[in-house]
């Protein structure tokens, strides 16, 4: 089991309100993604539900029980951190059995889950071997294992693929994604990395300044962002966002379409001179200026364009992916 | 840094002060063991000469030595002891955010900016004293016979002084330690279920190790040479009670006016010194290593 439920919860730091009131429903299982720019709150939440801060005000349930004032240990929650927080001078097979020891668990089957969580997460090798003598990978595995032998009802992890290279993080993506198949366990997982968030969640939740912009699953934010910021922050590169004429032309007071949206063509209705190129192999992004329309436009296109920098080129948006926004920001149908 | 030219450069640098530093110290050493074969009396300087290990003989069976030497013990162990707990728990009572932290702090370090002489006869006569001493009216106000600590309980009563004295410098190291701890880890501690003493005894303890390991040893080589404040307090009475091996050698050679023997348990200090350290080292030096 591992539903939980925010309900009004804010906090406030002194005089200063980070998260305004906030309602969540996180059901049970999902793998439920908290994004948005830096310090929009998605760290204190994250410790909010843990109870490593206490809310100002509101209520969280666990499993439907109140849990508002249960102190961390009692919510049945592991939590993942940035910088893993081992325990330095103990082992691995210490630092994993450390939850279990506190719990007075019995020696045996501390031994039994230990073994078992070792083996899920390639860690059989390194058992006797102190933290410090660990890969950055590795120790990202000690910290989600020392997660995993408590049997938590939920996981919260919190930007915890930040600290390792590129390569290791694709990894260490799919690893997690495949535990919480295999575990069926609710997860929540703050990251500011697009990929992490489109490819992991089945729920992304999108803050800003301590608000929810959008709740949704990955496709339907991308299909559909409920407002402009949404817009612009769901989407690698960000969508186009146009006002002026020609958001009037479609009755509103912004317009967006996405990179991948954009054709060039020999006759399209927009036209701009090519600035940066920037050829990843398999995809091209053409930045575009002096279009009147926005001060850049971006559009991808397949890896073989041949366009330098200073050409002219027309450009044709697809009708269908227009997105409409009205003065307030929010989305029109 | 590492070439041959800098390299050399570098020891032509230091050599002067590498000259001056052996100089100050093997010439007196030097000068102490050569007087520790010597008969050399102050009361009959001419009668000089060679006497082989006859000083040595004289100081280590002298029925004093011995008290000296457990009283020697007793006193660096004593100390150390006061000073860890209590350094320990005062630094964690410092690392809590507080009301006026900053001048507490500044408070709790300022004894160690008194002069030994000074704090011990501040001791002396302003709180142990039977008569005017303010132990003596705290015990008079609750209604008992005031208490001669220097007399009744000597060594006890320089352990406190010399403890009050350091443990500023624990309470300092520590408390520098206990900041440098990751939140994370003592946040990952309590979601994992340890109480608040369990993420001492498991996060914090082991945490502090090579911290308390250079308390360990500063203090030692320290402690070992007391002296100011035994001979302000109690003159390392009453009898022996709280002569230490520091003191012997001063009662020896000053009070008795023998160089030779003085300067014999001076080398016996500095044999028992070395063993101490290597003691120490054996037992907690690998907590230094990273
Ligand atoms: N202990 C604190 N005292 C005061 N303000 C705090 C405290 N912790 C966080 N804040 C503030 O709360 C806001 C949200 O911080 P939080 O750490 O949750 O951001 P975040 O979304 O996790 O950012 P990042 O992606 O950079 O980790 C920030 O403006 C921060 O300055
Ligand atoms: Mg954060």
């Known amino acids: 089991m591992g539903t939980i439920t925010l309900e009004k919860v804010t906090k406030s730091f002194g005089d200063v309100q980070v998260i305004p009131p906030l309602d969540l429903e996180i059901n049970d299982g999902e793998f439920v993604v908290f994004v948005g720019p830096s310090g929009c709150g998605k760290s204190t939440l994250l410790r909010l539900i843990a109870g490593l801060e206490d809310v100002t005000s509101g209520e969280i349930r666990i499993d439907g029980r109140n849990a508002t004032e249960v102190p961390p240990a009692r919510r049945g929650l592991a939590m993942v951190f940035q910088s893993y927080a081992l325990y330095p001078h103990m082992s691995v097979r210490k630092n994993i059995a450390f939850p279990l020891r506190m719990a007075k668990m019995d020696k045996a089957e501390q031994d039994r889950r230990v073994e078992n969580a070792a083996r899920v997460l390639n860690l059989s090798n390194y058992l006797d071997r102190r933290p410090g003598q660990l890969s950055g990978g590795q120790r990202q595995r000690v910290a989600i294992g020392r997660a995993i032998v408590r049997e938590p009802a939920a996981f919260l992890f919190d930007e915890p693929l930040s600290n390792l290279d590129a390569a290791l993080r694709v990894g260490m993506r799919m690893e997690i994604s495949e535990l919480h198949s295999q575990l069926e366990t609710t997860m929540i997982y703050v990251t500011h990395d697009q990929v992490e968030a489109m490819t992991m969640a089945d729920k992304i939740v999108v803050l800003q300044a301590g608000n929810i912009e959008q709740v949704g699953s990955p496709l339907e934010l991308y299909h559909r962002p409920r407002n402009t910021f949404v817009a612009g922050f769901i989407g690698s590169p960000k969508m186009n966002l146009m006002s002026g004429a020609e958001a009037d032309k479609y009755d509103a007071t912004t317009v967006g379409v996405r990179p991948e949206h954009i054709d060039v063509t020999p006759d399209g209705p927009w036209q701009g001179r090519v600035g940066v190129a920037e050829h990843l192999g398999s995809d091209t992004f053409i930045h575009v200026h002096e279009t009147g329309l926005a001060e850049t436009l971006t559009v991808r296109q397949t890896g073989d364009i041949s366009v330098r920098h200073g050409d002219m080129i027309r450009l044709t948006p697809r009708q269908d992916e227009m997105h409409r926004f009205g003065a307030d920001g929010l989305r029109l149908e | ?290």
């Not at chain 2, 457990?70 to 320990?88: K, P, R």
């Not at chain 2, 004293?129 to 106000?141: H, I, K, M, S, T």
């Not at chain 2, 209604?143 to 309470?171: E, N």
């Not at chain 2, 404040?229 to 009662?251: C, D, M």
């Open chain 2, 1 to 290: 840094m590492a070439t041959a030219h800098s390299r050399a450069a570098a020891r032509i640098m230091i050599a002067p002060a590498t000259v001056l530093l052996l100089g100050w110290m093997l010439i007196p050493l030097c000068m102490t063991l050569y007087y520790s074969f010597q008969r050399y009396r102050l009361l009959t300087p001419d009668n000089r000469g060679w006497v082989g290990f006859r000083n040595y003989e004289r100081f280590l069976t002298n029925p004093a030595f011995q008290d000296a030497l457990i009283n020697t013990l007793l006193l660096v162990l004593g100390v150390l002891v006061i000073t860890v707990v209590l350094g320990v728990l005062l630094a964690i009572l410092l690392d809590q955010p507080m009301f006026g932290q900053g001048i507490v702090r500044i408070l709790v370090i300022a004894p160690f900016f008194v002069m030994p002489t000074v704090s011990a006869l501040v001791w002396k006569n302003m709180f142990m004293n039977p008569v005017n001493g303010l132990f003596a009216y705290a015990f008079e106000a609750v209604g008992l016979q005031p208490y001669d600590f220097l007399s009744q309980a000597p060594l006890a009563s320089i352990i406190g002084i010399v403890a009050w004295q350091w443990l500023p410098f624990a309470t300092l190291i520590l408390l520098t330690a206990i900041q440098s701890l990751n939140s994370e880890q003592m946040e990952a501690a309590e979601m994992d279920g340890a109480g608040p003493i369990q993420r001492f005894i498991y996060i914090t303890l082991p945490h502090l190790g090579r911290a308390i390991t250079v308390v360990i040893l500063i203090q030692t080589i320290f402690l070992l040479s007391i002296f100011a404040e035994i001979l302000v307090t109690t003159n390392g009475g009453p009898g022996t009670a709280s002569t230490n091996l520091t003191y012997l050698v001063y009662a020896e050679s000053l009070l008795s006016f023998d160089v030779g023997e003085g300067s014999a348990g001076g080398v016996v200090a500095i044999i028992l010194a070395n063993i101490v350290a290597i003691f120490l080292m054996r037992m907690i030096g690998k907590n230094l290593d990273a």
